[in-house]
Structure formats: C-alpha cells, structure tokens
C-alpha cells in the first residue's frame, strides 16, 4: 500500500511539471485568432479579444480586454458585453495537446447591456443560436487561427459552459416593449454553472447594495431550458433572499418610481417557480423602520402567496396577510395588469384589531390624522374593492370604534365612542358621530358620492354649542387639518353648519348655517400678537362666511365692521371696516411672521375639510386673498408722519395691497391720492402718489426727512415715486421718483439771503436789522429723487428782497447742498447798497439795464448753515452775453406755479 502511494505521488509531481513545463513553452496569443473564432462560432456574435497570457492559479489564461457585439437588429450604438479581464480555463487534457476547448469563464467587473424590443424579443436571445436562413451544406470548413470574422463550418456548434463568473459587474437594461426608459444596475455578481442549450442550469445572483448592514439580494434557482422564442415559458425554481436591505437603496438600484418616498430595513424570504409562464410565490417580508414620505410608520411584515399568468398579465393573490404595526390586514383576490392602470378585484378584511398602525399609514399619507398624534382604537372592516387600482369602487363596511386620539399640545384626548361606515361604489356615508375633548362635543356626519371619479362630491354636518375654541382646534389638530397647524386660541364658539359640494374645489362648496365667537384669542404663525375677536357673528352662505357686528384688536389695534370671505382655497374678501389707530412700524412687526408663497404638499390648505395634514410652511393669507372693501383709520403713525381721519377704497391682489383713493388729514393740511404696497417682494415696494394742500411744512419735512426746523410756512407738494420699507436711511436711498414743491409766504431758517449776498459783495448799506432766516413770498420747484439724491433744473422764488433761480442737489441722505443760484435784488435793495454803478467794478454782482444788482452764487455745504460763494463762470457768461435779468420778470416763477399746481400764486401789491 506504501508503494501504491509513493508511486501516485511521484506521477503526481511528474503530470504537475509536464503542465507547468507545457504552459512555459506555449505561446497562448498564438491561439488568439482560434480562441476568438471558435467564441464567435459558439455566441453568434463577434468578439474582440486583447493579450492573453498563461494563469496557474486557476489553470487557464487571462485576457487583458473583452468585447462582445451586439446583436445587428439592435441599434444600441453600445456593444453587448464588455470587460476589462476575462479569465478562461480550458479543458485540462486537450490543453496538454495543444488544443484549447473553453471550459469556463471568469469576468471580473463586466458591462451587460441588455434590450428588449418594441416586439418583445431580448437582444440575448440570439446568443449560440444559428443564424436564420444559414446555408449549413456550403459553409466552409476552413478555421483561421488568427482571424478575427467568425468561423464558417458544417454545423453550429452548441454553446456550453460548465461554469460562467461574473464578478462586480454592472448591467444595464432597456425594456422598449414596455416603454421603460434604460436603467443601470451596479454591483452584480453572477454564476451560471452547466449551462447547455436544451437542458436545465443553474444560476446564482447576488447584488450587494451601498450603506450600513448586509445589504444584499440574493437569487438562487434551476433554471431551463430556455425557449428563446417564448422566454416567460422558461422553468424556474428558486429562492429569493433579502437581507437587510435599505428601501432607499432598493429603490435607486432598481430605478422604481413606486418606492420614492419610501425607506426601511427589509429582510425576507421567498420561493419563486415558473411553469409555462405561471409563476407561483409564497413567502414573508419584515419592514423595520419603515418610513412613507418621512413619516414614521414603525414595523410592518407580509406573508403571502401568488400566482402570476405571465401571458395574460394576471396576478392572484391566494394569502396576503399583512401587519402594520398592530393592525393585521387580510388581503385576497386579483389584480389584472395589463390595462393601465391596472384593474383589481380585492377583498380585505381585519376584526376587531388595533387601528394604531392604520391609523399611522393614513396620517402619513395625508389621509387622515395629524402624524404627530397617538391614535388608538379597534377597527373591523370587510371591503370589496373593484375596478381601476387608482379609483376602486367599494363595497362593504368599516368600524372604529373607542378612538383617542392624544399626543403634540392636547390637554385632553379626543374621543369618538364610534364611527360606522357604509359603503358602495356610489357613495360613502358614516353614521352620526360624536368627537368629545374637555367640554367641547362636535356632532357631524357625511357623506362622499362619487368618490371614485376626478369629482368626488361632500355632503357634511357639523354642531357645537358653547364649544371652547382652543379644543376645537385641538380637535381639528387631531385630524389633521393643515389650515390649523401652529394655531392656539381661547373663547366659546356656536357652530351650526351644512356645506356640499365638489371636495377638491372648496370654491364650488354651498354652505349654509350660522355660528357665533365670543370673547375669543387666537395665536397664529403670521401674527407677533395674539389677535382678539370680542364679538363676531357668523353667517354662511353659498361659498363664503360673512363675520357681522365684528369687534376684534390686534395689539393696540381695534377694528368693527364686517368681512365676507369667499372661496377658501383663494380667499376673495369684501369688507367694510374701522380701526381706531395704526402703528405703521408696530404693524411691520405684527406680520414679521408672515412668509412669501410657496409650493406645500397639498392643494387648498384652507380646505374646511381638511385638506388634511400637510407639512406646510405657514403661508399667510394675505398672498393668497383677492377683493375690496372699504376703510376709516382715525389716526395712522409712520414714524412721524401722522394722518388722521383716514379714508380710503382698498383692493387686494394676492399680496399688493392698494389704497385708491385715498384722502387724509396731515399738519394742519390735507393729503389725497393712492399708495400700492407689494409686499410679495423682499423688501415691500411702496408706490405712492399724493398730493398735499395748506401742509404745515416744518412738520411734514421734520415728519419724512432730515430737515428739522428748517423750512417753515404753508406747504403745497405732489410727490410720485417708489420707495422699500426699511430703516429710514434704506428707504431715502431706494426713493426713485419725482417730487415738486410750493411754498407760500414761508421762510428758511439758518441764513439770511441778503445778508449772505451782502457779504459776498461788501455792501455797506444792508437795510433793516440782522436776520437769521430768509423770507419767502413764492418758492417752487420739481425734484427728480434717485439713489437719495434730490436734483433740480428749475428752482425759483420771490423773496421780500430778491427774485432767485437755480439748479442742483440736495443730498437727502446728509442734507448737504450744492446749488448754483442767480439772485435779482430789487431796485430798493440796490440803491441802498449803492446802485448798479458797483455792479462795474465788484467781482461778485453785476448792474443790469433797470439797476438793479444781479448775484451769480454757488451754496454748498449742509441745509442748516450752507457756504455761499461767487459763481465766478456763470458772471463771465453773463458779462459777454451782456444780458441779465431783473427782478420784475417773474414769467418764470408764473410758469413754473402753473404747470406744478394748476393756477398762478396770487400777485403781491407793489
């Protein structure tokens, strides 16, 4: 026995080294062009093969580059197969002779692309087979051992494996008859072992998924033979593994539209067998940390069992058990897919089970529930749904009874003792229900008819009597109503409404009924304070609520009078209110809260049925409302501007508000015009137009602008621009527009004109005592307002001593001049300075033709105390023109009061 072995080792060692020895002295890229001929022959397709060289370890050869083409009635512009290496092992004893018969093959990190035709077929269907219409007699026998065309011979040969390896590859697939766009599948590994045409196979599939824990799928099953002229009728029998997947990632790796939204940990097993293309499962699934649109919906599980008519596209559902949460579900019948949607025919049913994990599913859907709440409760239900899988028509009946609701800000749960409903595939009706919190009980009871079409139609009743508002928003908390969401009040409330209508256009919702608040508070998101209604008496009509004899304060704010809201889902308002005062910059603050529209996860968040939970920005109304109405303000402060006795026709518009027309009292004055606030853009736009009469211009300048105690007197002004709201120096630089003054027997404090002109030209004579001010008769002028810059090109006055005109800037931001003015002293004047003979030699005036002295200066410097000096250029000019002007010519100043204000000042007696 001894001998026996020794010698089985030593014939070992010796066949060892002949292999070794064989492989050393064979030059495998030789065999290159025979390699690839006889793949080509074997896969009907052409391939390209790069360098080869010897393996041991396993015994084979590796080639450095593979390409298989596709199929020529699939224009893909890709090839069918492609890797970077490809390890083959040959058959060992033909080796040993020279002659290379593939055995098996390892692909490490290939590219499939995969096509399946408008017609149905698969772009690898073709692969081994013959191709149609082949002349086998005259076909020649002839095999290159260096081309690369496939080779020509008597017969096909049978393609054969006894092992196919696929490592890490990735795998792409367009399905053109079922109109799916290609999709890419990554990290496949892939074994195919005994694989021959006509016979059964076996295959193993795994796919390992980014992220935490073991992430793979795994298939393992028999697989044939495959008919490749009906490859649905293909026999399988095999198992599918999930181990800890991620839904997330389930979803991406599969491109499946139908989990968006979705995630969890999903584990399960499940057989899968084909026979003539039914195919049968049975198995379970367990959903750990399941989530549906980031709502929490905890542990769910499967068990189940169905067939699946391949052909006819029929899927029968023999057991469906299912388990959400606590709450089971037993789910039989059918599904027929191919119309689209798809059709069903299904029964579900559950007794007297826990509708916590219903319950859960609803609130995350937005069907029903806030998701922040803990419902609890027992739930029978026996329904029959048919017809399209997207709008089922039902049969049957569903009862919750003993649900508390509880959870989030709720003092008090709420409880419904019971809530029955029938159902048939016209309409849905529940039965009357009572929902109970505190001392608040709301009685209710609808109706939904034509549920399964675009128009589903409502029919509700709801009453309370002496319900306590803040448990009624609780209530509505509880169940979902979005419109509520951050809403606290208190109070008592009446409500004895009727509505019905379409459910999705709350516009086409009739009402009717009445209700009554008293003494109530509510705290929204939008408002910085609480708003209080003291009394308001509700009527409904139609599509709309008419809030009579309304008392109600915001902050220091009281308001009485009536609102109509109409369409709740675009609120149109028609009102006709009174406020007592308003705070300009108080009111800013008030609505801080209040956010710029914005796309939520429903439609029609103010839906009185709840378009139920949405997790929705709170979006103020006021960007959704249209209307008018009218208004009185008995006193409005803007910083400090104040009007009083406000009155004015507004008009909403989703944001703009606007006030036309407008009129006020102001300083002793008056104000008319229009002011539109759009506050839909960040800062508020202001555009105003306004014109004021006999306004007391120290107040109203010292009131909007940084010249305080300075210009005094009976102000006419008409102001057109646009300015942002903002601290005071963001709205002087924004101002954009045009501003024009008129201002009557006034005067300018800081400077005395003449005395500053008697400087310049050394009068000795300056008649009266020392001034600090400068009397105006007449003073008008148009500004042009830009970046905070007032500019002028036609200033002109009538002074007690002079006529002036001018141009330039006032800097409104720094109230500094720079001014360029021609002043005409009156004959008086000039005669008592010494007539216009000086104007001949002094360097700052000239003597016109009536003598009377002309001063050309240049003021810059700030408003309250400016720098005057000649205006050397301007006294050239006028001295080569030789033509100056003269106090008595005021057709300017007439002019200049027309065109501004309509009429001529009035003529001053000489």
């Excluded at 103010?606 to 378009?611: K, L």
């Excluded at 407008?662 to 853009?681: H, K, N, P, R, Y």
């Amino acid at each position: 026995m001894r001998r026996i072995l020794i010698g089985s080792l030593i014939a070992l060692g010796v066949l060892v080294v002949a292999v070794v020895a064989a492989a050393m002295f064979v030059d495998i890229n030789r065999y290159q062009g025979r390699i690839q001929a006889d793949l080509e022959k074997r896969f009907n397709r052409k391939i390209q093969l790069g360098q080869m060289a010897i393996s041991f370890v396993p015994l084979g050869f590796r080639v450095d580059r593979l390409v298989i083409d596709e199929d020529s009635r699939f224009e893909t512009g890709r090839a069918f197969a492609q890797a970077q290496e490809l390890t083959v092992s040959p058959q060992f004893w033909p080796l040993l002779h020279g002659d290379i018969q593939i055995n098996s093959f390892a692909i490490q990190q290939p590219q499939i692309e995969l096509v399946r035709s408008r017609e149905g077929v698969w772009n690898f269907s073709s692969l081994g087979q013959a191709p149609a219409g082949a002349d086998k007699a005259g076909e020649s026998a002839a095999r290159p051992e260096s081309s690369g065309h496939a080779p020509a011979g008597n017969e096909t040969t049978a393609f054969s494996l006894a092992e196919l390896k696929i490592v890490n590859g990735q795998v792409a697939l367009t399905d053109l008859h079922a109109g799916a766009p290609r999709a890419v599948y990554d990290h496949i590994d892939l074994t195919v072992k005994n694989y021959s045409p006509g016979r059964p196979f076996d295959i193993a599939v795994a796919a390992n998924l980014p992220g935490e824990g073991t992430q793979t799928i795994a298939f393992e099953a028999r697989l044939g033979p495959v008919d490749p002229g009906h490859i649905i009728a293909t026999a399988i029998d095999g198992k599918l593994r999930l181990a800890q997947v991620s839904v997330s990632s389930l979803s991406r790796f599969l491109s499946a539209k139908s989990l968006a939204g979705m995630d969890g940990v999903a584990t399960g097993e499940a057989s899968i067998k084909n026979a003539g293309g039914t195919v049968s499962s049975s198995g379970s699934l367990k959903l750990d940390r399941l989530k549906i649109n980031g709502g929490e919906i905890g542990a769910a599980s499967a068990e189940f069992d169905f067939l699946d008519d391949l052909d006819k596209e029929v899927l029968t559902i023999r057991k469906g058990e299912l388990k959400l949460g606590s709450t089971p579900l037993s789910l039989t019948g059918e599904v027929r897919m191919k119309l689209a949607p798809a059709q069903i025919d299904l029964a579900v049913k559950t007794s007297n089970a826990s509708i916590e994990g219903l319950a859960r599913l609803a609130a995350v859907l937005g069907v029903s529930f806030n998701p922040g709440m803990k419902v609890d409760g027992r739930l029978t239900a026996n329904l029959h749904a048919q017809g399209s899988a997207s709008q089922p028509g039902l049969n049957g009946t569903l009862v919750a009874q003993d649900l508390e609701i509880s959870g989030k800000e709720l003092r008090q749960p709420v409880q419904v003792k019971s809530i029955e409903l029938a159902l048939s595939p016209q309409e849905i009706r529940s039965n009357n229900f009572a929902a109970v919190t505190g001392n608040t009980r709301v009685e209710a009871q609808f109706t939904l008819s034509a549920y399964a079409t675009q128009i589903p139609q409502i029919d509700l009743t709801l009453r309370t009597d002496g319900a306590n508002v803040e448990e009624l928003l609780h209530m509505a908390t509880a169940y979902g109503v979005s419109a509520v969401e951050g809403v606290s009040g208190s109070g008592s409330a009446n409500l004895d409404l009727h509505a019905t209508g379409a459910l999705k256009d709350a516009s086409t919702i009739n009402f009717s009924g009445d209700g009554l608040l008293r003494n109530a508070s509510f705290r929204m998101p939008q408002l910085a304070k609480p708003l209080e209604v003291r009394n308001a008496v509700l009527q409904f009509t139609r599509n709309s609520v008419a809030l009579e004899k309304l008392e109600a304060a915001l902050d220091q704010t009281k308001a009485s009078g009536s609102l109509t809201v109409q369409d709740f889902n675009a609120p149109q308002l028609q009102f006709a209110l009174n406020f007592d005062k308003v705070n300009v910059a108080d009111a800013q603050k008030l609505f801080a809260g209040a956010t710029a529209p914005s796309a939520s996860a429903t439609d029609g968040a103010w839906s009185v049925f709840g378009t139920v939970h949405a997790a929705a920005a709170h979006e103020s109304m006021l960007f959704k409302a249209t209307g008018a109405g009218k208004m009185t303000i008995g006193t409005v402060v803007n910083d400090q501007l104040v009007l009083t006795n406000l009155r004015s026709d507004v008009n909403l518009n989703r944001g703009v508000i606007r006030l036309a027309p407008l009129t006020a009292d102001v300083f002793g004055g008056q104000e008319s015009g229009s002011i539109t606030i759009d506050t839909t853009q960040e800062p508020m736009l202001t555009t105003l137009s306004a014109n004021f009469k006999s306004v007391d211009a120290n107040k109203l300048l010292s009131a909007v602008s940084a010249a305080k105690s300075n210009i005094y007197g009976p102000l006419n002004a008409i102001v057109n621009g646009t300015y942002r709201s903002g601290p005071s120096e963001q709205v002087l630089r924004s101002m954009d527009g045009t501003l024009a003054l008129d201002l009557r027997n006034g005067r300018i404090e800081g400077f005395s004109l003449i005395q500053e002109l008697g400087t310049l030209g050394r009068f000795l004579n300056i008649p009266g005592p020392a001034k600090t001010y400068t009397d105006v008769t007449q003073l008008a002028t148009k500004f042009v307002v830009k970046d905070g810059v007032a500019r002028t090109d036609d200033l002109n006055a009538i002074l007690d001593t002079a006529t002036v005109s001018g141009a330039g800037t006032v800097n409104l931001l720094t109230q500094v001049l720079n001014m360029k003015l021609t002043a005409v002293l009156n004959k008086e004047i000039s005669r008592s300075v010494g007539g216009s003979a000086i104007g001949g030699y002094l360097n700052a005036a000239l003597g016109n033709k009536q003598g009377e002295l002309v001063m050309p200066v240049i003021v810059t410097g700030p408003v309250q105390k400016p720098k005057f000096v000649p205006d050397a250029e301007k006294i050239a000019k006028l001295k080569l023109q030789n033509i100056l002007p003269t106090a008595g010519d005021t057709k300017g100043v007439q002019d200049l009061f027309q065109g501004l204000f309509g009429k001529p000042p009035k003529k001053e007696k000489p």
